[in-house]
C-alpha cells in the first residue's frame, strides 16, 4: 500500500520501491481497500529485499513490524527510517466479517496515506 500511495500521490518527486523480507504475494485485501481509494495497485509484485538492495537508495523506509530490526544492510550508502504501521493481515486473523476485515485494511491504509502525504518532509 505504501508503494501505491507514493506512486500516487508523489510520482513527480520521489521513485518508489516496496520489498519485504519475504515474498507474500499481493493481498487481495490491500489491493481491493486501494481500489476504494482509486489507487490500483494490482500490478505491482511482492519482492523481496535482495531484489532491489543494490539501488542507490537515498532512503530505505521501513513500514511495518520488525522491519526495523530485521532489516538487512544495504550495499549503498542510504538513510534507513523506520516509521511502523500495523500489519493488516495480523490483524485480522481473528476477525468474524468481511467488512471488519476490510475495516483494519481501511484504516491501515489511511496512516499510510497520511504518511505519504507528509513526505519527503518528515523524513528531515
Given at each position: 500500500?505504501?508503494?501505491?500511495?507514493?506512486?500516487?500521490?508523489?510520482?513527480?518527486?520521489?521513485?518508489?520501491?516496496?520489498?519485504?523480507?519475504?515474498?507474500?504475494?499481493?493481498?487481495?485485501?490491500?489491493?481491493?481497500?486501494?481500489?476504494?481509494?482509486?489507487?490500483?495497485?494490482?500490478?505491482?509484485?511482492?519482492?523481496?529485499?535482495?531484489?532491489?538492495?543494490?539501488?542507490?537508495?537515498?532512503?530505505?523506509?521501513?513500514?511495518?513490524?520488525?522491519?526495523?530490526?530485521?532489516?538487512?544492510?544495504?550495499?549503498?550508502?542510504?538513510?534507513?527510517?523506520?516509521?511502523?504501521?500495523?500489519?493488516?493481515p495480523k490483524l485480522v486473523k481473528n476477525t468474524q466479517?468481511?467488512?471488519?476485515?476490510?475495516?483494519?485494511?481501511?484504516?491501515?491504509?489511511?496512516?499510510?496515506?497520511?504518511?505519504?502525504?507528509?513526505?519527503?518532509?518528515?523524513?528531515?
Amino acid at each position: 500500500m505504501a508503494e501505491g500511495w507514493t506512486r500516487h500521490l508523489k510520482t513527480d518527486s520521489i521513485q518508489a520501491f516496496s520489498a519485504g523480507l519475504e515474498a507474500h504475494g499481493l493481498n487481495t485485501n490491500a489491493v481491493r481497500v486501494m481500489q476504494e481509494a482509486g489507487v490500483d495497485i494490482a500490478d505491482q509484485k511482492s519482492q523481496k529485499v535482495e531484489e532491489v538492495e543494490t539501488i542507490p537508495f537515498d532512503f530505505v523506509i521501513t513500514v511495518c513490524g520488525n522491519a526495523d530490526a530485521s532489516c538487512p544492510v544495504f550495499s549503498c550508502s542510504t538513510t534507513v527510517l523506520h516509521f511502523g504501521f500495523d500489519d493488516p493481515p495480523k490483524l485480522v486473523k481473528n476477525t468474524q466479517t468481511e467488512e471488519e476485515t476490510l475495516n483494519h485494511y481501511r484504516r491501515v491504509r489511511d496512516e499510510i496515506r497520511d504518511f505519504v502525504e507528509s513526505l519527503p518532509e518528515v523524513l528531515w
